[in-house]
């Protein structure tokens, strides 16, 4: 291989490491960040369930590791020449753990997507305005309108009286802040962001790139864990 094909090779490595890992540790920080616009914010939704949310934790975990690991690889590459890299990358347990937390990170985002179409199809039933709308400032009226129609979405079937001694009780308030909602549909949107970078960079590098490394990495599991059988 000449050197100009060996650089161009080289080039093409370097700009797929660095994608990645932008992807992945842009996830984490917008992740961290969603964490932060939920404070305060109003819960259009029930929430997910006990194991949909250990899975979205489960995938944070994942996406941090694989920040990290990108950072490792970068700095591997720029100043170790790539020995680390070029080692690890023949490493079944490299490669197996790789696979596992591109899968992990994959599979935790059914809690978040499934968040989002619970959140939209709550503002599509309390607010009559057009989505692009939601995000604005809303009167006095439209916030009345907005948190009835939250509360009866949360609660099927119930009453205007039920609902006027919910507000009283101070279950619910009876108007819903504006800015509560925008940190809750911005934080819905931001979930959709990490949810594409996700995908995006599993199909640059990872289990949808190359769906094989899935069987190839179930193989040496279950070979590991033969061999774990034998020796005890």
């Known amino acids: 291989m000449s050197g100009s094909v060996k650089k161009t090779v080289a080039q093409s490595s370097i700009g797929t490491?660095?994608?990645?890992?932008?992807?992945?540790?842009?996830?984490?920080?917008?992740?961290?960040?969603?964490?932060?616009?939920?404070?305060?914010?109003?819960p259009l939704?029930?929430?997910?369930?006990?194991?949909?949310?250990?899975?979205?934790?489960?995938?944070?975990?994942?996406?941090?590791?694989?920040?990290g690991n990108g950072l490792w690889r970068l700095y591997d590459i720029e100043f170790n020449d790539a020995k680390g890299v070029t080692w690890v990358d023949t490493q079944e347990w490299y490669l197996a753990t790789?696979?596992?937390?591109d899968l992990i990170s994959l599979a935790s985002l059914a809690g978040p997507l499934k968040e989002v179409v619970m959140t939209y199809r709550a503002m599509k039933s309390a607010s009559?305005?057009?989505?692009?709308?939601?995000?604005?400032?809303?009167?006095?009226?439209?916030?009345?309108?907005l948190t009835e129609?939250?509360?009866?979405?949360?609660?099927?079937?119930?009453?205007?009286?039920?609902?006027?001694?919910?507000?009283?009780?101070?279950?619910?308030?009876?108007?819903?802040?504006?800015?509560?909602?925008?940190?809750?549909?911005?934080k819905q949107m931001i979930s959709v962001i990490t949810s594409a970078m996700a995908i995006s960079g599993s199909k640059l590098?990872?289990?949808?790139?190359?769906?094989?490394?899935?069987?190839?990495?179930?193989?040496?599991?279950?070979?590991?864990?033969?061999?774990?059988?034998?020796v005890n």
């Open 98 to 101: 790789s696979t596992a937390l």
């Open 45 to 67: 939704t029930a929430g997910t369930s006990t194991p949909l949310a250990i899975m979205a934790a489960a995938g944070t975990a994942a996406t941090a590791v694989q920040c």
């Open 128 to 145: 009559s305005m057009k989505v692009f709308n939601w995000l604005k400032r809303y009167s006095r009226m439209e916030r009345v309108r």
């Open 205 to 230: 590098n990872g289990v949808i790139h190359s769906p094989e490394s899935i069987s190839a990495s179930g193989e040496y599991v279950f070979g590991l864990l033969q061999s774990m059988a034998v």
């Open 149 to 186: 129609g939250i509360i009866k979405y949360l609660n099927p079937g119930i009453s205007n009286k039920v609902m006027k001694a919910m507000i009283r009780a101070g279950k619910y308030p009876r108007r819903f802040p504006t800015n509560a909602v925008r940190r809750e549909l911005a």
């Open 17 to 42: 490491e660095i994608k990645s890992t932008l992807l992945s540790c842009g996830a984490l920080v917008l992740t961290a960040v969603a964490c932060v616009v939920a404070s305060g914010a109003v």
